[in-house]
């Protein structure tokens, strides 16, 4: 398993949670778990009996452990992710963050008027969205850390609920969001300053500084432009960074320069740099490509080699409405980033529905601390080669080490950071009369084809969605496991 390492960053405190167990009671069990009546056998032949049975019991449970234990040992191989025969690691994994990332969350007016329903009285000013992301919440609550690109900018509810061109989302959505599980927010986007003269930006940014995420992409001052927000798993600490390649009907020059966060290489150079400082791993997300493209274009190649170079460690990508490949890109020092080209739509709709705005897709992953280097755990892991956990292609790459001046002097140093069992699950986007939401393609059948309302005049949609996805995620060769 390839490896790619940084320097290793001084020991953070983490807090230990230790839950207990349960125990029940045995009753009148007797010594292992043998039945017995309490206060003993009666004398004679029959408590003899007794003794000899409870004996030979013991006797061939103390072979079975032995035998097991022996068996373990002896086991000199597993599968890894590839199906290749690895070795077993003789030491516990180390701290793990598991981590999803799904794409661009578009709600409209058809969406908004069926939040409005699901509220209560409809035009009572209140909204509730979790429904139509219930199907996949339990992949984005049950992942230590969730990603999503909120397209759309809230921007106060005196706005109301507004549709293309110029979308706004009421403050309910954010709610929502929360209670499905995702940690990061951002909202760096072509439509993100849609109503920004009229104080979106400002409301939209106030209103996610109140909730329990980490945001980033707009912002109401150069303070708050510049200020990189950070999140700590497990005790490994993620940095996050948000980047547009434009805005619809506004120039760079039009709008306060703080307001949003455009794609220009001095100031992604800047904050990157900043970024390895306070965190082990840098994430970034880019909004760029070409709508409807589902093959990246040349400014995605450009700045996914940039950031391959500068070390960052996760791309995600949004914008075209269609999913695109995944792949990584090795920078200048040999570093490997991962790059996911294009989420697709997390929920949108769409006047004219297309099959491939109808898939989506949810990276996941995972983020394992290493042992350091010098220790006999890290030694045996160098010599492991192409090891269980590694990714479909063979590699295990290195994330970004803690920067300079944390923690305490002396600390103890710890091992580099590295993604591990990458794979994409596939998304659908549900609309049926009077419904919307959001299911993983594997929990999608028949049944739910028939009742949606483009879906079911195709044929064999199922089987487009999984050749689709098969063929594009894995365009630019890199064998990522697809769920389906």
């Not at 599980?181 to 930006?201: E, P």
């Not at 409807?292 to 949004?318: H, N, R, W």
């Not at 890109?329 to 697709?344: M, R, S, W």
């Not at 709709?349 to 109808?358: A, I, K, Q, V, Y």
Request: hydrophobic residues 40%; aromatic residues 8%; glycine residues 12%.
């Amino acid at each position: 398993m390839e490896r790619h390492h940084r320097r290793p960053g001084p020991t953070r405190r983490r807090n230990i949670y230790v839950g207990g167990r349960g125990h029940s009671s045995l009753g009148s069990m007797g010594p292992f778990g043998v039945p017995g009546a309490i206060g003993g056998a009666p004398a004679g032949k029959s408590g003899l009996s007794l003794r000899l049975a409870a004996l030979v019991i013991a006797a061939l449970l103390l072979w079975w452990i032995v035998s097991s234990v022996a068996s373990c040992a002896a086991q000199p191989a597993a599968l890894s992710d590839t199906g290749e025969v690895a070795e077993v690691a003789s030491e516990p994994p180390g701290p793990t963050v598991s981590f999803v990332a799904v794409g661009d969350n578009l709600p409209e007016k058809t969406l908004g008027a069926y939040a409005d329903g699901l509220a209560g009285e409809a035009g009572d000013g209140t909204y509730d969205y979790r429904p139509i992301y219930a199907p996949v919440r339990s992949y984005i609550e049950g992942a230590d850390l969730a990603f999503v690109s909120q397209e759309v900018h809230l921007g106060g509810d005196d706005l109301g609920v507004q549709g293309y061109p110029s979308f706004n989302a009421p403050d309910d959505l954010a709610d929502a969001l929360v209670d499905t599980g995702f940690d990061l927010i951002v909202s760096a986007s072509n439509h993100c300053y849609d109503w920004g003269n009229f104080g979106a930006v400002e409301h939209s940014r106030e209103l996610w500084n109140t909730k329990p995420v980490a945001f980033t992409g707009t912002a109401t001052s150069p303070e708050e432009a510049d200020a990189i927000p950070v999140v700590e798993r497990e005790g490994i600490t993620f940095a996050l960074l948000d980047y547009t390649y434009g805005l619809n009907g506004f120039e760079p020059d039009d709008i306060p320069s703080y307001a949003v966060s455009f794609l220009d290489e001095d100031r992604i150079r800047s904050q990157v740099a900043q970024a390895h400082e306070l965190a082990d791993v840098v994430i970034v997300a880019a909004h760029w490509g070409t709508e409807k493209q589902m093959e990246p274009d040349e400014q995605q190649l450009t700045y996914a080699q940039l950031f391959a170079d500068l070390g960052v460690d996760i791309v995600l990508g949004s914008h075209p409405h269609v999913i695109g490949p995944v792949e990584w890109v090795e920078g200048a020092d040999g570093h490997k980033t991962l790059v996911a080209y294009a989420l697709g739509d997390f929920k949108s709709t769409h006047d004219t529905p297309h099959l491939e705005s109808e898939l989506a897709g949810m990276l996941a992953c995972d983020f394992v601390r290493e042992p350091a280097a010098g220790t006999e755990a890290a030694e045996g892991a160098e010599s492991d080669g192409e090891g269980a956990g590694a990714q479909a292609d063979g590699d295990a790459a290195g994330a970004g080490a803690a920067g300079d001046g944390a923690g305490d002097d002396g600390a103890a140093e710890q091992g580099p950071v590295t993604i591990q069992n990458v794979r994409w699950i596939p998304l659908v986007n549900h609309i049926e009369d009077g419904a919307h939401a959001v299911y993983a393609l594997e929990n999608y059948n028949d049944e739910l084809v028939a009742r949606h309302t483009f879906l079911s005049t195709q044929d064999k949609p199922l089987q487009w969605m999984r050749d689709t996805t098969e063929q594009v995620v894995h365009s630019r060769g890199a064998d990522i496991p697809i769920v389906i």
